[in-house]
């Protein structure tokens, strides 16, 4: 009933009543037709008994059965008698007529006081003959007897009424009390059909009207027809719907014109992130180039005055070119990671290379700091960008080494279901668990409130989290003031690639560098002072701006370089990727080549990458160009691997 809708919950009210009164009236007024009947029966059965007794005592006292038969002749012509006995005090019989149940003639005395016996298809009513009043008058027998004082019944009248006729009657109007409570029930259903189809029609228009308003149509419209509330409901939903259709117009002039404004907005948007594009680029290059120059020189100037009175100043310009250097370079990534200017390059490569690699560049610092920095092996394979998850344990490891005074520095790696957990613990001061959110700000510095310039930017970890978000990579940390920190970074693992894998015999390095090296570069003073640094190494070194000098140079001096240098920007059209291969296509393949650019597009390293070219990028750490320099040394050394 719940599910029912108006018209059907209309239709039970007006039925409802109407078929509960009008079958309770029905079957009471069968109920008492029925018992009209069946009590008129009885009558009827006992009136006759009644008048045959009270006319058979002179027939019974005399022996007239003449009269007797007449009597019961006349009593059969009454409705629904079907046979009469009369019989004498001793149940003999005396004369019948008609049809009698075979228990009409049960012999014996009757039992006295029966009156009515019912059987299956008639009634049987008994009534006693009994001697009436002027047969004991003394007169009447003359004085021949006593007179007779005995009430007794000196007979039995037995008057059998047949059911036939009154259960025909029944049925009949039963029958007929049915069709005429069904055909008013109908007539009462199709009255309340039609009137709940004047009620609930109007009801169901505006149903139908709602929902195709809610649908979105709002040009529709109820008639309003009729009065009252029906009347009033449909107007309120016109005036709803008008209202909501200059509300939806109002709202799309309102959307047309933000839209507008987002459209003209978000070209702004565009065009300033182009040029925010374009400064990066050109900040990364233009910045790049006197930082690239003024480390390499005071790395030259180092060499050279290595020993000196002058060592100590030249430590503190290292120091302050190396935070510059640090500064340029997080500004610069921080910059490009939120400009979008990082595109992911996943691929699948073993850990334990890139790890070795990461913390074999900070171990001199560990040494120096009195630290044990620790590797454990890990034979695991992950699939990630490898550049950009080198820089996201750089900074973590770097901030470990800064920020931990004694003990050591471990870089594990653990399976954890599908996935490789990079971990790196610190035996350092640990942080507060309320500051392991804020540490990822940028610029936050937990214990540098003063901003010294030894303790880092603060921006190591803000790049960390930008760039985990980006590979899709989580990262956590666990940590307590006083008992250390542990920074862990989840990479999803791969199976370990089938074959063998050698492993190179190590290559004692000589301390001198004697390579002969090209250095191609437009600008005058970062060519000068990458050739000056390598100089100072033992390096021959010859510089040249652009390609058609450096063959030039190259021919004077009839002799084909170990390592050519070259910028990826240069002045003439062609990069320094087309410079490389030029050149190695005309010296030979035995040759090594490296771009150094102050370009940090990842475009341009996988440009290289796909060449076979290393990649620094300036400012160049004098660290990275002589790791590059005594690689060259060792395959010259080992040319077989």
Not at 36 to 50: D, M, Q
Not at 102 to 118: D, N, S
């Amino acid at each position: 009933m719940k599910r029912w809708g108006i018209r059907l919950r209309v239709l039970l009210v007006a039925l409802a009543p109407v078929m509960a009164f009008g079958i309770a009236g029905g079957v009471w007024m069968v109920l008492h037709r029925l018992a009209e009947l069946e009590n008129s029966l009885v009558e009827r059965g006992r009136a006759t008994a009644r008048q045959v007794a009270a006319t058979a005592d002179y027939g019974i006292f005399s022996g007239n059965t003449d009269s007797l038969v007449s009597l019961i002749e006349a009593a059969r012509r009454e409705p629904d008698v079907s046979g009469i006995m009369v019989s004498s005090r001793d149940g003999d019989l005396a004369v019948s007529g008609g049809v009698l149940s075979p228990e009409a003639y049960l012999p014996g005395r009757r039992a006295a006081g029966l009156a009515l016996v019912e059987l299956d298809h008639a009634l049987m009513f008994v009534e006693p003959i009994v001697r009436s009043a002027v047969l004991d008058e003394a007169d009447v027998f003359d004085g021949l007897g006593e007179p007779v004082t005995d009430r007794q019944p000196i007979g039995w009248v037995l008057v059998e009424v047949s059911r036939a006729r009154v259960e025909a009657m029944k049925v009949d109007f039963i029958l007929t009390s049915a069709g005429v409570i069904a055909a008013a029930l109908m007539l009462a259903s199709v009255f309340a059909f039609r009137i709940s189809r004047t009620v609930t029609g109007p009801v169901r228009e505006v149903s139908q009207a709602v929902r195709r308003i809610g649908d979105g149509d709002l040009s529709v419209r109820i008639p309003a027809s009729g009065g009252g509330s029906l009347r009033v409901l449909a107007e309120g939903v016109n005036g709803m719907a008008e209202r909501l259709l200059r509300a939806r117009d109002e709202l799309e002039a309102r959307i047309a014109d933000a839209t507008r404004q987002l459209r003209s907005r978000t070209d702004e948007a565009e065009r300033a992130n182009h040029a925010k594009s374009r400064f990066l680029a050109a900040a990364s290059h233009d910045l790049r180039q006197p930082m690239h120059a003024l480390g390499l020189f005071v790395a030259e100037l180092a060499e050279r005055l290595r020993g000196s009175e002058h060592r100590t100043l030249i430590r503190q310009i290292e120091e302050s070119v190396g935070a510059m250097e640090d500064l340029l370079d997080a500004l610069l990534d921080m910059s490009k990671l939120d400009a979008g200017g990082v595109t992911v390059r996943r691929s699948r490569f073993p850990l334990q290379p890139m790890l070795s690699r990461i913390v074999d560049d900070f171990a001199a610092d560990a040494l120096q700091r009195g630290l044990r920095l620790k590797l454990r092996a890990t034979p695991l394979w992950v699939e990630s960008d490898p550049l950009l998850l080198e820089r996201i344990m750089i900074n973590l490891l770097s901030n470990a080494v800064r920020y931990t005074q004694r003990g050591g520095v471990l870089v594990c790696v653990r399976r954890r279901g599908q996935d490789a957990v990079i971990e790196i613990r610190d035996s350092g001061p640990g942080i507060p668990v309320e500051a392991h959110d804020m540490i990822f700000e940028e610029f936050y510095q937990l214990q540098n409130p003063a901003r010294a310039r030894g303790q880092g930017l603060g921006l190591g970890l803000a790049i960390v989290r930008r760039l985990a978000g980006l590979l899709g990579h989580d990262v956590a940390i666990r940590s307590q003031a006083q008992r250390g920190s542990v920074f862990s970074v989840c990479v999803p693992s791969v199976a370990v690639p089938t074959g063998d894998v050698t492993e190179m015999e190590p290559v004692v390095l000589p301390a001198s560098l004697s390579l002969f090296v090209i250095v191609i570069d437009d600008d005058p003073g970062s060519r000068n002072s990458i050739a000056g640094l390598l100089q100072s190494w033992g390096c021959d070194v010859l510089c040249a701006p652009n390609l058609s000098e450096a063959r030039d140079a190259i021919r004077l001096r009839e002799r084909s370089p170990a390592l050519i240098l070259c910028d990826f920007r240069l002045a003439a059209v062609a990069s320094g990727i087309d410079v490389l291969d030029a050149l190695l296509a005309e010296q030979g393949s035995d040759i090594a080549g490296a771009l150094v650019t102050g370009d940090t597009d990842p475009q341009v390293r996988r440009m290289a990458a796909a060449r076979g070219y290393p990649v620094l990028h300036k400012p160049v750490r004098p660290a990275r160009l002589r790791a590059l320099v005594q690689q060259v040394v060792a395959r010259q050394q080992n040319p077989v691997s």
